[in-house]
């Protein structure tokens, strides 16, 4: 089968397609029939040596696919056929023909949704989900501050946030992002380029200030979210575009307001935990992405490259010009 591969850490250029073996299923696996995989800021760490898969995961990138079903391993349950479309999360290896996938990591793909929709789904909207529900707590009424607004999490958690009940704010750089963000539900946005986004977070909030922060950025950003964040509130850090760095009175900003501070990833947490996202993810949130449903969710998708164009994929998403997913196309 051809997969996305590389040589040696490096840029985009590093990048080529090669034929390597096909995946045979474990126990408790399904093999998918990748139709498509959508990039994610994983995969360009990954592939400047600063993000290695999780012990035992495949080395090839891609932690998100759509497809279907082509085998089932040993001990399977029975509720996946053969020839059944999926999407499904994944440690990594979803750039290639095809991947083994543990079947508790499967969903089905909503009525009404394309394939390269459906690929755009897994990472980014499981990580929203997570990062509102199970780690920030979102209550309705909520003000959850999303920052990078206009990525495949940021457009998934302003959709979630919406559809609990939340008011979400996002942080975003440029007229066009901010207003995508608008359609899909933002009550406001900020664009850091232009403003002091923590300055406007309180005068929206008429100085209450947020209850939920969800920040993919860090350092360059933590006395601006320690600032808005509100008395008792939740910052969850997810994400250090900003650098790790920190220098300063965090802690005593964080103090003074009994604010939390909680760091959380989803790629390297354990297959029980995952097995419980995914399952709770179908059951709650993947019903509304079905094109009956009034408050229908609907994946943001920017472009779509042949995986042959893996290199201008990549080029493109460091571009930071991307408003939603990025998804590639595997040949079938």
Request: charged share 20%.
């Amino acid at each position: 089968m051809l997969a996305v591969h590389f040589d040696q850490p490096g840029g985009p250029e590093n990048l080529y397609l090669k034929e390597v073996p096909k995946p045979i299923p474990g126990e408790g696996e399904v093999l998918l029939k990748v139709a498509a995989s959508a990039l994610n800021r994983a995969d360009i760490l990954q592939r400047q040596g600063q993000y290695a898969p999780p012990p035992g995961a495949s080395h090839i990138l891609g932690v998100e696919a759509s497809g279907h079903v082509a085998e089932l391993g040993p001990g399977c349950q029975g509720h996946w056929k053969i020839g059944d479309p999926a999407m499904a999360l994944l440690p990594g290896g979803g750039q290639a023909q095809y991947v083994t996938v543990p079947e508790g990591f499967l969903m089905p793909i909503p009525a009404g949704l394309t394939l390269p929709q459906a690929a755009a789904i897994p990472e980014a909207w499981l990580t929203a989900f997570q990062l509102l529900h199970l780690v920030g707590n979102v209550q309705a009424g909520d003000y959850v501050l999303i920052h990078a607004g206009a990525s495949g999490v940021g457009t998934a958690a302003i959709q979630l946030a919406r559809i609990a009940g939340a008011i979400p704010l996002v942080t975003i750089g440029s007229q066009d992002k901010l207003e995508m963000a608008k359609k899909l539900g933002a009550a406001v946005g900020f664009n850091y380029k232009e403003e002091d986004f923590s300055e406007a977070t309180m005068k929206f909030t008429k100085g209450a200030g947020v209850n939920l922060i969800l920040d993919c950025i860090g350092g360059s950003y933590w006395e601006k979210n320690a600032n808005c964040l509100a008395v008792d509130g939740r910052w969850v850090l997810y994400g250090l575009m900003g650098g790790p760095d920190v220098s300063g009175p965090l802690f005593s900003k964080l103090l003074f307001k009994r604010g939390s501070l909680i760091s959380s990833l989803l790629r390297s947490r354990d297959k029980k935990y995952k097995q419980m996202l995914v399952k709770a993810f179908t059951e709650q949130i993947v019903p509304h992405f079905s094109t009956k449903d009034p408050q229908r969710l609907m994946p943001v998708l920017d472009r779509i490259y042949p995986v042959a164009e893996i290199q201008e994929a990549h080029k493109y998403m460091e571009s930071n010009k991307h408003m939603g997913k990025i998804v590639l196309e595997l040949p079938q």
